[in-house]
């Protein structure tokens, strides 16, 4: 199985502030790389697909980069609305998901 | 619009047999690289997971839950079900159902949460 490991587990953040999330793959993934937004009590949201492309309807100021073993998830300036957990996912060999980031108001 | 919407049981026994059934619209499973996959989250925990199916009627489960779980379709009705024998207060989680276009799932459920006890 590939394994996702995120890092950091949780992360405190202020309104306006330039946020960047890592995901590691325990092997080459190319780009088969996805990213949701989960906010309490409700099912997770497509934010980036393929790595680095932008899911309609998703504000530019979420962004994705990366390949190989090495992800990264920038939210240029954090608005209210984006305090909630993100999952990396790599859907290379089945589908595997990371274990999660809380993004919490600082 | 692409809604999906899972139904089942909520509250399950150990060694049980859990069904669920994922009815969507809005698209058709018969339509070439579309799929359903079902993931499920254990309460406060990360999120797993457990079977995919694609128009072809290709199957794919978590190596981990294999043995325990069964996928199938039916087109003509807009229904995908999963079938997890032997369940027990482990499984107990909110169980999602997502439209699955190439490698990504990005149309999804409101969830239903299944409670394992005796």
């Known amino acids: 199985d590939i394994q996702m490991t995120q890092s950091p587990s949780s992360l405190s953040a202020s309104v306006g502030d330039r946020v960047t999330i890592t995901c590691r793959a325990s092997?080459?993934?190319?780009?088969?790389l996805n990213w949701y937004q989960q906010k309490p009590g409700k099912a997770p949201k497509l934010l980036i697909y393929?790595?680095?492309s932008l899911q309609s309807g998703v504000p530019s100021r979420f962004s994705g980069s990366g390949s190989g073993t090495d992800f990264t998830l920038t939210i240029s300036s954090l608005q209210p609305e984006d305090f909630a957990t993100y999952y990396c996912q790599q859907s290379y060999s089945t589908i595997t998901f990371g274990q999660g980031t809380r993004l919490e108001i600082k | 619009q692409i809604t999906l919407k899972e139904s089942g049981p909520t509250l399950v026994k150990p060694t049980q047999t859990l069904t669920l059934t994922c009815t969507f619209s809005?698209?058709?499973?018969?339509?070439?690289?579309?799929?359903v996959g079902w993931i499920r989250q254990p309460p406060g925990k990360a999120l797993e997971w457990l079977a995919l199916?694609?128009?072809?009627?290709?199957?794919r489960y978590s190596p981990s839950l294999k043995s325990r779980l069964t996928i199938t379709k039916d087109t003509s009705k807009n229904q995908v079900v999963l079938t997890m024998t032997n369940m027990d207060p482990v499984d107990t989680a909110t169980y999602y159902c997502?439209?699955?276009?190439?490698?990504?799932?990005?149309?999804w459920g409101q969830g239903t949460l299944v409670t394992v006890s005796s």
């Open positions: 199916i694609y128009w072809d009627d290709d199957k």
């Open positions: 092997q080459s993934i190319s780009s088969y």
């Open positions: 393929a790595a680095s």
């Open positions: 809005g698209f058709s499973l018969s339509t070439s690289g579309v799929g």
């Open positions: 997502a439209h699955v276009t190439t490698d990504f799932l990005d149309y």
